[in-house]
């Protein structure tokens, strides 16, 4: 697990991939007093410690099995993260982290698409994966083979470890702004100095429904996969709209 801890407002969140945590960063870096061109890409942020010391802010990578430990040599600290539904936390890495995917499935046509003249970016791989590898082959690769292959679809029970962690308070994605506004008050930023919230960091504009990428077999499936999470969680069987 990967924790960001302010020594000022005193609180140790823990970024959960895929659940809004490059936001959650920024907002968090925000109210820390850094300037937005200081942060660039929030999570390169949380490895850059002298920026991080100037501000009174700690990431460190931490064992599960220590974590028990390590929140204990923190008393006093407000401690929190954010879930999301499984569904459409799975459709999301399909959407923005298909060549992490493509890499350990695929690797013979990365490197193939690799050899080409078009630009290698990340746009580039995106489009052209697509096209060649469909959500619900994506979907039954994960569950099927490559459950813990990538943080970035790892089941969120299994990061956030709930029943070794005590978190002071587990925010909903579905919920954020609300959520948002409940932590920042409860680590004693007052409202008028809440930072406004920017718009959705890592996300684009999709205009598929969750049912154009989930059949019911892949209901099934994804909801016996990732059964934890809907338990843990409270998450509903039903595929949201």
């Known amino acids: 697990m990967r924790v960001l801890i302010s020594e000022t407002h005193k609180y140790i969140y823990h970024m959960n991939p895929k659940v809004g945590s490059n936001t959650t960063l920024n907002m968090l870096y925000r109210t820390a007093g850094m300037r937005d061109e200081d942060i660039g890409n929030p ?5 850059d410690k002298l ?5 009174g802010l700690i990431a460190a990578d931490v064992e599960h099995k220590d974590c028990v430990g390590f929140f204990k040599k923190w008393p006093g600290y407000f401690t929190f ?5 499984p569904y459409t936390r799975l459709k999301s890495a399909y959407n ?3 060549k992490r995917y493509a ?3 695929e690797a013979e046509l990365v490197e193939k698409l690799g050899q080409g003249e078009d630009e290698k970016s990340k746009k580039y791989f995106q489009r052209e994966l697509k096209a060649r590898i469909s959500f619900e082959q994506f979907a ?5 083979d490559h459950l813990y292959g990538d943080q970035h679809w790892v089941p969120q029970y299994d990061r956030l470890r709930p029943d070794l962690c005590e978190y002071d308070y587990l925010g909903k994605l579905e919920n954020y702004r609300a959520d948002m506004s409940g932590i920042l008050n409860a ?3 007052a ?3 809440h930072p406004s919230f920017p718009p959705r960091l890592n996300s684009a504009p999709d205009p598929r429904q969750n049912s154009d990428y989930y059949s019911d077999e892949l209901i099934r499936l994804v909801y016996n996969t990732y059964d934890k999470d809907f338990s843990a969680f409270g998450y509903d069987e039903k595929l949201p709209e």
């Open 81 to 85: 993260s954010f879930t999301r539904n």
């Open 187 to 189: 680590i004693g930023v």
């Open 43 to 47: 999570h390169q942020v949380s490895r």
């Open 103 to 105: 890499e350990i499935a």
């Open 140 to 144: 039954k690769g994960v569950c099927a």
């Open 191 to 193: 409202a008028e100095n």
């Open 96 to 98: 923005d982290k298909l």
């Open 51 to 55: 920026l991080l010391d100037r501000h």
